[in-house]
């Protein structure tokens, strides 16, 4: 049975990272696009639990790491973010390791 992130030590969460990445390029390699996709989910969700949720703040605009838009936060829930987009009224939860930390 496997582990859940939020049970895994730091060394554990690294090996899954590059485990996953390892999935990742093999899917791509094969054309295999909705794969790949669900393994880079995953990676980004292990990062997350490599982040510290207590230094991201709610009312801080943060930067997504590969997108141009921008993130408020309005509350935190665990290693979810959950705020606004910059052109968006929809609230919604994202990953921290998907926010640059300032």
């Known amino acids: 049975m496997e582990k859940r992130y939020s049970e895994m030590t ?5 090996e899954e990272i590059s485990r996953l ?5 093999k899917a791509e390699q094969m054309g295999m696009v909705s794969e790949f996709a669900v393994y880079e989910r995953r990676m980004v969700m292990a ?3 490599l982040l510290n949720p207590d230094d991201y703040k709610p009312g801080t605009t943060y930067d997504f790491v590969d ?3 921008t993130f408020t936060i309005e509350y935190m829930n665990g290693t979810f973010a959950w ?3 910059s052109n968006s009224q929809e609230i919604e ?3 921290i ?3 640059k930390n300032k």
């Open 47 to 49: 990062k997350a639990y």
């Open 10 to 14: 730091e060394h554990e969460l690294k």
């Open 21 to 25: 990445n390892e999935k990742a390029k």
């Open 93 to 95: 939860g994202v990953p």
């Open 83 to 85: 705020g606004y987009r």
């Open 67 to 69: 997108e141009s838009d």
């Open 97 to 99: 390791s998907l926010l």
